[in-house]
């Protein structure tokens, strides 16, 4: 198991209605809805754009297994949570909307009691997982669904097809979240007048992880190879630096090179010195 805090920065959010709007996803653009409308699959978004105007069906989800394994592990990610956190989850499955944007909702997985965090739980495959991924892939969602619940706080609590659960706490970006408002804006008015939407092409912000764990590198060759290196050179290194630092200090002020017994030192015009090993010649002429 694996608790992991990403920071970015934190920021001022609107509080949450009390009203709730009707559940029918044609009147608003939910958590899902955002990671398409700042993504960068145009399909994608023409099609969430036809389903929101009503002229296209939703997709049927049904016979996708990986949906599926969320839609069933869902209860048991919330209680594994609250089980290693210590925490308790509410307001399972409520629906909730913007105060100030009638067509930005979300139905949230839970709010984390204790801290007012949005809890969105998910189930992911383990083929080339990472932490760093994961918050990119759902961060445009957890970002919509701080700004409906009016918090700076997210939990993404992660099981995987590898049997791993991961937390991941995620902290609300104003800027990101700035630009998620202008896309999904923009992208609304386009389902209102029937103007073809566009890409916003938004990176969402780089995770900065904290660093939890404790990893046992025996089993890796690689890292045998190089830390037998590491070994063997670190007290020529050490002796090179202390070589380096008595040269340096026997270098006259006013000499810009200076050159003997196979080296060369080179002063900078910032008065750094450099450096480098000379080809020994015989007869080697003198320099003045």
């Not at 307001?91 to 944007?101: E, K, N, P, S």
């Not at 007048?193 to 046992?216: M, N, Q, Y």
């Amino acid at each position: 198991m694996t608790k992991t805090t990403i920071l970015v920065n934190g920021g001022a959010m609107p509080e949450i209605s009390a009203a709730s709007l009707p559940r029918n996803r044609c009147d608003f653009i939910g958590g899902s809805d955002a990671r398409i409308v700042l993504g960068k699959d145009e399909k994608a978004l023409l099609r969430l754009w036809r389903e929101k105007r009503g002229e296209e069906a939703p997709l049927d989800l049904s016979g996708e297994l990986v949906v599926q394994l969320g839609v069933v592990t869902e209860s048991l990610n919330r209680r594994w949570f609250e089980l290693n956190s210590g925490y308790r989850v509410s307001d399972i499955q409520r629906h909730a909307v913007h105060r100030t944007l009638p067509w930005m909702a979300a139905t949230f997985d839970g709010v984390v009691k204790e801290t007012g965090a949005v809890f969105e739980a998910k189930f992911m495959l383990p083929w080339s997982f990472s932490e760093e991924a994961a918050a990119e892939k759902h961060m445009a969602q957890l970002q919509h669904n701080m700004l409906v619940a009016g918090t700076k706080k997210s939990v993404l609590s992660i099981i995987t097809g590898g049997g791993k659960w991961i937390e991941l706490s995620i902290e609300a970006d104003p800027i990101y979240q700035t630009i998620l408002i202008a896309a999904e804006k923009a992208f609304w008015r386009a389902v209102k007048t029937g103007e073809t939407p566009a890409l916003f092409d938004c990176e969402p912000p780089k995770p900065r992880i904290e660093a939890v764990r404790v990893i046992d590198m025996n089993a890796s060759n690689s890292w045998a190879e190089f830390a037998s290196l590491f070994c063997a050179t670190r007290q020529p290194h050490a002796e090179h630096e202390r070589a380096k630092s008595e040269l340096r200090a026997l270098m006259p002020e006013d000499a810009k090179e200076a050159i003997g017994h196979g080296i060369r030192a080179k002063r900078s015009k910032s008065g750094a010195i450099s450096f480098d090993l000379l080809a020994m010649e015989a007869g080697h002429a003198s320099f003045q």
